[in-house]
């Protein structure tokens, strides 16, 4: 029976294809025993034989062969199964050799390719400096640009993002809130405006400091328009909500001052006689009550005797009441705002804006403020007008609706 089982071919290292091929035809000629029935005279006789002799069938001594996991099952021989079963672990193991040589090949095969200048991105340098924002000379083009139809702008210094977001629909405006948004003057920077894909935009604005880091964009993108529009001119203005707080402040220190001046001038009128009786009606009740009123108490005259109500409410120094000061959600001191204000304005130039950014990036560094104010630069490229809303007045709309339809002119 012995003579029939193949023995294990001794490895060569330099031909694994030839252990490959010797192992699996040993292993199908162990299997062809495996294949009749368990109780077959055939299968009983290999089984015996094998525990019985001193020497595998496959010319291997028990002490070269490596059976620690069989020695702890149990202190008899291994079955045929259970060697054919280690065999097949040793032809995957050759297999695997064998794959890991073709790699390689193949992988030398591949550098060569790669060095042919075809098959890499040349990137001239974009500054006079040398210095390239896309991408290294050393990078494919299998994994840079497949057909990019808008640049990531997340990392300055690169093509941009592996995120696989590159249609121009999945593409996000980073700052287009401060110069304009939706406004007819900002399509006219479509060309040059920062834009992050989807994933990135919303990473970035969830950063803790994505609202200081809007001052380095609004630089870079002040850059980018001067480049591809100069002499660009911008409207800096404040936006609705933080422009009515302004014109409320001014509004009602005109109308302190004014109340200042009139004190002043004018003596403060007499009381009447009547309220002068209420007056001293309600401070006999208070007397003959002999404890503090309450509010809701009043006198026989209807006159409100709590005096701790009759207080001047205190009015914060920012000149914002408690109550806006709640619904916002921190909102730019008013301070800031009036620093701001004095530098709106019409057709300001570019060196205009800069320094309204160095004023904001100054105030978040000394943590004056946590949000970027609410501060709008609306460009105004060179060469062009700006368009109107193509609306139809209310008019012609009442009158065109009105006609009833049998009434209708042919």
Not at 41 to 62: C, M, N, Q, W
Request: aromatic share 6%; proline share 6%; glycine share 4%.
């Amino acid at each position: 029976m012995s003579d029939q089982n193949p023995k294990i071919p001794v490895s060569d290292p330099l031909n694994p294809a030839k252990d490959v091929a010797t192992s699996i035809e040993s292993l199908t000629d162990t299997l062809a025993i495996l294949n009749g029935p368990p109780g077959s005279r055939k299968r009983r006789a290999s089984d015996g034989e094998l525990r019985k002799s001193t020497a595998s069938p496959f010319g291997v001594d028990k002490e070269e062969l490596d059976i620690s996991p069989f020695k702890k099952r149990s202190k008899t021989w291994p079955t045929i199964e259970q060697f054919a079963r280690n065999e097949w672990e040793t032809v995957q193991a050759a297999q695997a050799l064998l794959q890991l040589q073709q790699t390689t090949s193949n992988e030398s095969k591949s550098t060569e390719q790669c060095t042919n200048t075809s098959s890499i991105v040349k990137v001239e340098p974009d500054d006079d400096n040398g210095s390239v924002t896309s991408v290294s000379d050393n990078v494919p083009i299998a994994t840079t640009t497949p057909n990019r139809e808008f640049k990531c702008m997340i990392n300055p210094n690169s093509y941009g993002c592996n995120t696989g977001q590159w249609k121009k629909s999945e593409s996000r405006k980073a700052i287009s809130d401060i110069f304009g948004r939706n406004k007819s003057q900002t399509q006219d920077i479509e060309d040059c405006c920062i834009l992050f894909c989807r994933k990135h935009y919303q990473r970035a604005s969830y950063e803790p400091n994505w609202q200081k880091r809007k001052c380095q964009l609004v630089i870079q993108q002040l850059d980018l328009i001067e480049n591809a529009h100069p002499g660009t001119v911008y409207d800096i203005e404040l936006r609705k909500n933080e422009k009515n707080e302004v014109l409320e402040f001014w509004k009602k220190d005109g109308e302190q001052k004014a109340d200042q001046e009139n004190l002043k001038t004018t003596a403060r009128p007499k009381a009447d006689k009547a309220t002068e009786d209420m007056r001293d009606d309600a401070a006999k009740d208070k007397k003959s009550l002999g404890t503090n009123v309450t509010a809701g108490n009043k006198g026989r005259h209807g006159l409100d005797l709590d005096f701790k109500s009759q207080e001047k409410k205190k009015v914060p120094e920012d000149g914002v009441p408690p109550s806006k000061q709640k619904s916002r959600h921190d909102p730019t001191p008013l301070k800031v705002l009036l620093t701001l204000s004095r530098r709106c304005g019409k057709n300001k130039s570019v060196k205009d804006v800069y320094r309204v950014v160095d004023i904001i990036d100054e105030y978040f560094k000394h943590g004056k403020i946590t949000l970027f104010p609410g501060i709008e630069f609306v460009p105004k490229v060179p060469g062009t007008t700006s368009t109107p809303k193509n609306t139809k007045s209310k008019a012609t709309r009442k009158s065109t609706s009105s006609v009833p339809h049998g009434n209708k002119k042919n």
